[in-house]
């Protein structure tokens, strides 16, 4: 027996690896409708690729930010 449920009169059948999401929006006059779909994969990749991007970002901000040594400043800079 397959483990199924109605969305939106079409059938979706659990585990078939893909995602969804729809989302309606409104406000005012302005009516805003959309919807989405990714498999697992993709979504395992985007979730990696997120990953990095903070990571590296982490990295960065603590470089730049990070005090260096007396004497350590190249030539012609000054600290401020």
Known sequence: MKD???ARGREARHGDG???ASVRL?????????????STRGLL????LVSGILLSTAVLVMV????????????????T
């Open 4 to 6: 199924t449920t109605m």
């Open 18 to 20: 893909q995602h969804r």
């Open 26 to 38: 409104r406000i005012g006059p302005v009516r805003l409708r959309s919807e989405a779909a990714i």
């Open 45 to 48: 990749a985007t979730g990696a």
């Open 64 to 79: 730049a930010t990070r005090k260096l040594p007396d004497g350590a400043l190249p030539h012609g800079l000054r600290r």
